[in-house]
């Protein structure tokens, strides 16, 4: 199981890639889009648009494809400075898609409000 971890403006969601749903994504993705940072940003406008819905809600298909793409992205990403092993956490600390990071989860301690 993969995780992508999103937090905007406090709002944070978990999308979890299953594994075979991972393996079938890196077995089809194109080389030419593999690394697109055009692909990134609408992927990542994906999984931020999933933000604004209520309560523990199944991701939909297209959230998981778009997980599957930042996972990928990065943990697979030939220049050094791009890359990141394991889960990644994308980061909008304004939540207005202005100003947008990603870190390893493992490198970032994210305290949830309950």
Same mark, same amino acid.
């Given at each position: 199981?993969?995780?992508?971890?999103? #937090?905007? =403006? /406090?709002?944070?969601?978990?999308?979890?890639? !299953?594994?075979?749903?991972?393996?079938?994504?890196? %077995?089809?993705?194109?080389?030419?889009?593999?690394?697109?940072?055009?692909?990134?940003? %609408?992927?990542? %406008?994906?999984?931020?648009?999933?933000? /604004?819905?209520? =309560?523990?809600?199944?991701? &939909?298909?297209?959230?998981?494809?778009?997980?599957? #793409?930042?996972?990928?992205?990065?943990? &697979?990403? !030939?220049?050094? /400075?791009?890359?990141?092993? /394991?889960?990644?956490?994308?980061?909008?600390?304004? =939540?207005?898609?202005? &100003?947008?990071? #990603?870190?390893?989860?493992?490198?970032?301690?994210?305290?949830?409000?309950?």
């Amino acid at each position: 199981m993969r995780l992508i971890t999103y #937090f905007q =403006g /406090g709002a944070v969601a978990d999308f979890k890639i !299953p594994d075979d749903r991972f393996d079938d994504f890196a %077995k089809n993705i194109d080389w030419q889009t593999r690394y697109s940072e055009d692909q990134l940003h %609408k992927a990542r %406008k994906v999984l931020a648009a999933a933000l /604004g819905r209520d =309560g523990e809600v199944e991701a &939909t298909a297209q959230e998981i494809l778009a997980a599957c #793409f930042v996972w990928n992205y990065f943990n &697979t990403h !030939p220049e050094e /400075g791009k890359h990141i092993s /394991g889960d990644v956490l994308v980061i909008d600390l304004e =939540g207005d898609g202005e &100003t947008i990071d #990603f870190a390893a989860t493992a490198d970032v301690e994210l305290v949830r409000e309950q």
